[in-house]
């Protein structure tokens, strides 16, 4: 499990010059995550039952999404193996098989967070130095090499920062919060660097979704506006000021993208049910857009800039609406399992839904301004919020196994030495137990109470299969 975490933590580093260099046809990182996936076959024959795979429609929509860019790329071919989407694709399908495999406890879900947001801090490190070391080559120079392309490193910090500030508020345990603490001041230091204005507008919408559902409105707005405020320094590059006063080459970066907007709209409207193939939006565009629109010495030969546009058009509306389609079930998702644990009154789950829900929505608005559909820890924030809906029902399972009551006493049968109730108790006994007998057992507690004798804790142990 360790080495699944090390893979988290170096996924932001895509030009790194190890994990992020090509060895054949696969990079450092995707041959870790390889190495990840025997574990995983491994761990899948030492657990009790199979994960659900499709139990959530953001994993039935990426599934669907799949099959449709690998349609895409085997009518088309429009790249070779090596160089195309379709390979992104396939590891994130083998990326999504891990995730769901390994995810399957609390304790799990909890480091696997925990290095979402010190792989953020661990890129946001890179940038600030590199910003650094290279600030004085240029005025309005952007930091970013070995995390890529800062608007990309944007996407993944505004997945993870609410998550981080959410955890931060959690009292226990202390060095939890130290470590967020440490990986959110670095993270909003680096977002203030990079000067990524989609990505601002991505934080703003991520931070107002916060404040709408956080229950500390207060406080909480005031670390917003604290943040906002960073982000707002009268430096000669922030992502404010590029709002208010942006350079020529930011107002011929905005002519550029408008006109490969058009151009895309005229493509999509072209080919509005199966696109122009996976890989085609870059050499196809030119013959869309009109020569007029383009400043002088720019090209259109691009990506879209846009990430619902060149789903759209490469691989038609119906690839769109799938995509948008997990973007939604992902967020409707955390919204249920947020409100659950908010009357369960388990705080970790959901700070981290709530954390992922303004993550995911801020990252959704960012994309209309980057092509960012390809980025791992984008992917990454979806598969975990499919993890969590089966933790939050084992849970729920657990309290209400733990809540029968012995007669006389009123104490808690299941939980006679100790409070907690665990899966692994549960399962001790060669499998789960059937409603029937949870149900029995529960109708021998009230009869024990109406004949006024106490349950004892073996009466549970030698009679459900070591259910307890």
């Not at 995707?30 to 899948?44: D, E, M, R, T």
């Not at 990426?62 to 099959?67: G, K, R």
């Not at 409603?435 to 009869?447: E, F, H, N, V």
């Amino acid at each position: 499990m360790i080495l699944f975490y090390f893979f988290i933590f170096i996924m932001p580093l895509s030009r790194h010059r190890l994990w992020g260099a090509m060895a054949g046809d696969l990079t450092g990182i995707k041959y870790i995550g390889l190495v990840c996936l025997p574990y995983a076959l491994f761990h899948l024959g030492q657990r009790r039952g199979a994960p659900s795979f499709f139990s959530s429609w953001q994993a039935r929509f990426f599934l669907a999404l799949y099959l449709l860019a690998t349609l895409s790329y085997v009518i088309t071919h429009r790249t070779i193996l090596s160089y195309s989407h379709f390979l992104s694709y396939t590891s994130f399908l083998v990326f999504f098989f891990i995730t769901l495999v390994l995810v399957d406890s609390r304790s799990r879900l909890r480091w696997v967070v925990l290095s979402g947001i010190g792989s953020i801090a661990l890129a946001s490190a890179y940038v600030v130095r590199d910003w650094q070391v290279y600030h004085n080559m240029y005025a309005d120079y952007r930091p970013g090499w070995v995390v890529g392309d800062p608007n990309y490193f944007t996407v993944d910090a505004l997945l993870f920062l609410p998550v981080a500030l959410l955890l931060l508020q959690q009292r226990q345990p202390r060095w939890q919060r130290w470590f967020c603490f440490g990986c959110l001041g670095m993270t909003v230091a680096a977002v203030l660097f990079s000067a990524s204005r989609g990505g601002f507008l991505g934080l703003v919408a991520s931070c107002l979704w916060f404040l709408f559902k956080s229950r500390q409105r207060v406080r909480n707005l005031l670390l917003v506006c604290a943040t906002l405020a960073a982000l707002s320094l009268p430096m000669k590059i922030s992502p404010v000021q590029r709002l208010l006063h942006p350079t020529h080459s930011d107002v011929d970066a905005q002519q550029t993208r408008l006109a490969l907007w058009s151009g895309g709209l005229k493509m999509i409207e072209g080919h509005p049910f199966f696109g122009v193939g996976l890989d085609g939006y870059k050499s196809e565009v030119a013959k869309y857009v009109d020569p007029a629109k383009v400043p002088v010495g720019e090209t259109v030969n691009r990506i879209a800039h846009n990430s619902y546009m060149e789903i759209a058009a490469e691989m038609g509306l119906p690839a769109l609406l799938i995509f948008v389609g997990i973007l939604v079930s992902s967020l409707r998702s955390l919204e249920r399992v947020r409100r659950i644990t908010e009357k369960s009154g388990d705080e970790f789950l959901r700070r981290v839904a709530l954390g992922l829900q303004a993550g995911i929505l801020g990252a959704a608005v960012a994309l209309f301004f980057v092509s960012g559909e390809y980025q791992k820890m984008f992917w990454f924030a979806i598969f975990i919020s499919a993890c969590l809906p089966p933790l939050t029902r084992l849970k729920s399972a657990n309290a209400a196994a733990a809540a029968v009551v012995s007669a006389g006493s009123g104490q808690v049968c299941f939980a006679a030495e100790n409070q907690q109730f665990s899966a692994e108790k549960v399962l001790a006994g060669g499998g789960r137990p059937s409603p029937a007998d949870l149900w029995r057992q529960i109708a021998k507690g009230m009869a024990c109470q109406l004949f006024s004798r106490p349950l004892r804790r073996r009466d549970f142990f030698g009679h459900c299969g070591g259910v307890c």
